[in-house]
């Protein structure tokens, strides 16, 4: 038996019954490649994809969830508009997108096209809605974009181009199959799974004796019980710690002298202010004991091949873009930068643009002035921490509407009750998502889109250097039939709003015969000649581009979805050609751009699994990834130099209110992203959204496992179980993130919405990431 569905998700139907079907898991950024069966239009099956080439057969318990993600009561099966009662009702797809575009349109006449935002986009492994979407966007006039990897991880970007000049669509790594030392930050990657197959690398790094791996983390976990040293670090104090690492690096002579003479400028400004460094200062900070400091730092300089690994436990904490230019200090003056065995440039099937297509172009926050960071690509993007009072200001430009795309605000970003505030007033919410989440019950408009597994998809996360990779999936089951794929929706508006004007003749015939290469190069050159006659019209060329082929020679593909990927594997034969003959073969050397091209296409589509597109150069990483004329690294932004003195000038002190230090989401194995909805996933022991506490603390507090407790915070406060775990610091508490969802079922709320208790104005003055892992806060028994 097989679905027909609608051609913007597949010209093929869909068969209800398929066994070893090769996709992968959607609940993280690792996307590890599994193989699916499925009865019926159902999944009835998950395993580990030993054939996928990204991950290797490798996979977490997670993954055998993802039934729950696609199969739940929550889903969004047709269009809804909010009535004159304040009800959310069904509406069809012409009336919706005909009344959106009004609306959006007036906006943009009536106040500015900057009044228009978009928050979201590119969830986990579902990356075919970026270019529609914010391409949409810049049509309209707007650069205002909200995503949740800028409440993460731009301040690796931003440092990438201060000190580098690197392409924001780069990514700088620990190379962990290579590396002697391995430094992991923030992270507790036997749980989350950061860096490549991370539970596989690290029992190796164990068995080689010759290795070493040093953990910083506050708590005993998972990752610091294998470890050769575990730094206990204090709560919020990764940036002393890591000062003191490089003073004692510049006190005895560690570094490599040679890289700081004729590989970087500016050492001497980082010099004189590590030699200011107290090295004791920084170890009474941090926690640490100096011998410990002396002992990693001697190690990471000495060992020949130290990498860093860095995640959340110290990018939402304070100094955390100043954390990010220590890693990179660390690096580099020790000579692990853009090495084998050190922090690699990794690459994603969408190759880095040299023009860069925003450069010098910054957008800026009305409010706070902390501009939008190019990262994952040339568009600049702003942390979601900056929306609400984005919204709640009297500028002429405030924005005013709002596109919601794959993502929950309400529930997954800082501060959800000034996010309530926000929505409340804005003129216009519009929510794309496969479920019915919290945002999407309040907002004005929802539009339903197929899950990951419904439609055509590519995972563009980078997993591996040299080799680079992509995993284009195509629909494993048939979704609800009145829902429709991002890009189509966005389609629809952007034509519903006359963003781009139709696709030209000369574009249309020569789309007619799409469906050969010939007919697609030219179809291609005719659409970029013609849309660069209208450069003058402010909607960019890329844009018109996409739009027009979308609906001209998407036509031809499986999905007009997969004109995004014709695109970019003719961007990767045209921009690193080197690199794809690396992995195509010397048979190809003599071809022209749209041959490789074509072959790049064919391959992608030929293997569901995962292919390899490209292959980097190791031996001229570094050099391939500084932009700078002069190929050298800039040891000084004056950014960083102040910022590093400011953090010296704090000091903590005692805070009697909330004497408390909350790190707001951490990792379980039975903690997911917001879109798994459906808690029945869940097993193990205990309550899954519990309190964490230190043994010393409960016994003062008064509490066991189990009883309730209220933890505050200056926003707000809720009630939870409390879990006795020996493994914390005193002082600190934790608990894990992905819940407080508003379930339509007998589960009502699972958990609890850690955002009722975060502020979005404790963040990080130059990216606005929050900082989610250092919450001031009090616990108390309930009674």
Aim: hydrophobic share 40%; aromatic share 6%.
């Amino acid at each position: 038996m097989q679905t027909t569905v609608d051609p913007s998700v597949s010209k093929r139907a869909i068969p209800s019954d398929r066994k070893d079907f090769a996709t992968c898991c959607v609940l993280c950024s690792h996307n590890c490649g599994i193989r699916v069966d499925i009865e019926d239009n159902k999944m009835v099956a998950v395993r580990a994809d030993d054939r996928n080439p990204i991950t290797e057969g490798y996979l977490c318990n997670k993954a055998f969830s993802v039934t729950k993600y696609v199969h739940h009561n929550q889903r969004v099966t047709q269009p809804l508009r909010r009535n004159a009662d304040g009800e959310l009702e069904p509406v069809s797809w012409d009336v919706a997108i005909t009344e959106i575009a009004s609306r959006l349109n007036t906006i943009r006449q009536r106040h500015s096209p900057r009044a228009v935002g978009l928050v979201g986009v590119g969830g986990q492994a579902n990356h075919m809605d970026a270019p529609f979407a914010l391409g949409l966007l810049r049509g309209m006039g707007s650069r205002r974009w909200f995503n949740a990897f800028a409440q993460e991880k731009t301040q690796h970007n931003l440092l990438d181009q201060w000190m580098f000049d690197a392409s924001p669509a780069s990514w700088l790594h620990a190379d962990d199959h290579n590396t002697r030392y391995l430094f992991v930050l923030g992270t507790n990657p036997k749980v989350s799974n950061r860096g490549h197959n991370a539970t596989e690398t690290l029992k190796r790094l164990a068995k080689d004796a010759d290795a070493t791996v040093v953990v910083a983390d506050p708590r005993e976990t998972e990752t610091t019980r294998g470890a050769d040293v575990h730094l206990q670090v204090k709560p919020g104090t990764d940036c002393y710690m890591l000062l003191g690492i490089a003073a004692i690096i510049v006190a005895e002579n560690l570094y490599d002298q040679r890289f700081v003479t004729e590989r970087s400028l500016g050492w001497e400004g980082l010099r004189r202010l590590l030699n200011d460094v107290s090295i004791d200062d920084m170890s009474a900070r941090c926690n640490i004991d100096r011998d410990q400091l002396e002992k990693v730092a001697r190690g990471f300089a000495t060992s020949g091949a130290s990498s860093i690994l860095m995640d959340l436990g110290a990018e939402q904490t304070p100094f955390s873009t100043l954390n990010s230019y220590l890693v990179r200090v660390l690096l580099a003056i020790t000579g692990n930068l853009g090495r084998v065995g050190g922090n690699l440039f990794h690459q994603m099937f969408n190759p880095p643009d040299p023009r860069g297509l925003e450069r010098g172009a910054t957008e800026r926050a009305l409010v706070s002035n902390i501009p939008a960071i190019r990262a994952m690509g040339s568009y600049g993007m702003f942390s979601p921490s900056l929306v609400p009072e984005e919204v709640l200001n009297d500028h002429p430009e405030r924005l005013r509407a709002l596109i919601v795309e794959g993502s929950n605000p309400l529930l997954s970003f800082s501060d959800t009750g000034k996010w309530r505030e926000a929505v409340a007033a804005l003129d216009l919410l519009v929510v794309i998502d496969p479920a019915l989440t919290e945002t999407a019950q309040e907002a004005d408009y929802v539009l339903p889109t197929p899950v990951g597994y419904e439609k055509w998809e590519v995972s563009n996360f980078p997993k591996h250097v040299p080799q680079i990779h992509t995993q284009v999936r195509p629909p494993a089951l048939a979704g609800p039939a009145n829902a429709l794929p991002e890009p189509e929706i966005y389609a629809r508006l952007a034509e519903a709003m006359d963003l781009f004007g139709p696709p030209p003749k000369p574009v249309a015939l020569a789309a007619r015969f799409a469906g050969q290469a010939r007919g697609r190069m030219l179809t291609f050159l005719a659409a970029t000649a013609m849309a660069k006659r209208k450069r003058g019209t402010g909607s960019g060329v890329q844009n018109r581009l996409i739009f027009w082929l979308y609906r001209t020679m998407g036509k031809h593909f499986d999905s007009p979805s997969l004109t995004i990927i014709w695109l970019i594997c003719m961007k990767n034969a045209m921009s690193r050609r080197a690199a794809v003959l690396r992995t195509l073969g010397p048979k190809w050397r003599f071809r022209g751009p749209f041959s490789l091209g074509e072959e790049l296409f064919r391959r992608v589509l030929a293997h569901p699994e995962g292919v390899e597109v490209a292959r980097l150069d190791l031996e001229t990483n570094l050099v391939d990834h500084i932009g700078f004329k002069d190929n050298k690294v800039r040891l000084s932004p004056e950014q960083m130099l102040s910022e590093a003195r400011r953090a010296l000038r704090t000091v903590e002190v005692d805070d009697a209110e909330f004497p408390f230090v909350l790190s707001a989401g951490f990792r379980t194995q039975w903690t997911a992203n917001t879109i798994q909805r459906d808690p029945s996933w869940r097993k193990g022991k205990g309550p899954h959204c519990a309190l964490y506490l230190n043994p010393d603390d409960a016994a003062q507090l008064g509490v066991a496992a189990k009883d309730s407790v209220v933890l505050a915070t200056s926003r707000g406060e809720v009630t939870l179980p409390a879990t006795i775990d020996k493994r914390l610091r005193r002082g600190h508490v934790l608990v894990p993130n992905g819940f407080g969802m508003k379930r339509t079922d007998a589960v009502g709320v699972d958990g609890v919405n850690l955002n009722e208790l975060t502020a979005s104005a404790e963040r990080d003055p130059f990216t606005g990431c929050p900082h989610h892992k250092y919450v001031r806060c009090r616990v108390t028994a309930a009674h």
